[in-house]
């Protein structure tokens, strides 16, 4: 079981230190040249319109957070950001006590009929080892374990978090700028990810 729980893919480009780290003055430029262009252009036409977020592209974005995030004595670090037809595939490592553990985690990103957000953790491996009903019940304790007040509900980081760890389906309406934007349809192809965006105007 230990070797299983250690157990590092081939084809992983993860050391037991994480990712190197950036210089803390770089900011990425597919954000700053391409994403975020994009997004306000969108939104200035009032009509619904495609976000594309290309794989190499949130990539570049990630490697820019401060890494690691810590909690307790571990160490989390988010190496790599894959989009699949059906999934959004992250990996990344764990430091408990100097010893790294692999992790890999499915996200399926799916709008119900009511075109609520449901981003549910189908797969959770630690090494070799399928942990997904583990991470399930440990996630739901913990997350029904913090008191959250109810003027941070609307938090759409707290929304995202509960969906995680909860399964709880959330309206995936946001505030940008000077305008509500609501999600309403999600699209995965290997290496690139669609997000269909209507401005609301009056909700």
Same mark, same amino acid.
């Given at each position: 079981m230990f070797i299983l729980l250690l157990y590092k893919p081939a084809d992983s480009q993860i050391d037991n230190t994480g990712p190197a780290s950036r210089d803390q003055?770089? #900011?990425?430029?597919? !954000?700053? $040249?391409?994403? !975020?262009? +994009?997004l306000? $252009?969108?939104? *200035? $036409?009032n009509e619904p319109f495609d976000l594309l977020i290309t794989e190499q592209g949130i990539n570049d974005i990630i490697a820019d957070c401060n890494w690691p995030r810590r909690s307790d004595s571990t160490e989390l670090y988010l190496s790599e950001v894959r989009f699949t037809q059906d999934a959004v595939v992250l990996? +990344?490592?764990a430091q408990l006590k100097g010893v790294a553990f692999h992790l890999t985690?499915? #996200?399926?990103p799916k709008l119900d009929s009511k075109g609520f957000l449901q981003l549910q953790v189908t797969k959770f491996k #630690? +090494?070799? @080892?399928? @942990?997904?009903m583990l991470f399930r019940i440990i996630a739901k304790k913990r997350y029904q374990q913090y008191e959250i007040?109810?003027? &941070?509900? &609307?938090?759409?980081?707290i929304k995202v978090a509960a969906s995680l760890l909860n399964e709880e389906p959330f309206d995936p309406l946001f505030d940008i700028q000077d305008r509500r934007v609501r999600v309403r349809q999600i699209s995965m192809v290997? &290496? *690139? !990810?669609?997000?269909?965006?209507?401005?609301? *105007? $009056?909700?």
């Open positions: 003055q770089y #900011v990425s430029t597919y !954000l700053t $040249n391409e994403l !975020l262009p +994009g306000y $252009n969108g939104l *200035q $036409n990996t +990344g490592t985690i499915l #996200v399926e #630690v +090494g070799a @080892m399928n @942990m997904t007040n109810e003027a &941070d509900k &609307d938090d759409w980081q290997p &290496d *690139q !990810l669609t997000v269909r965006l209507v401005t609301i *105007q $009056n909700d």
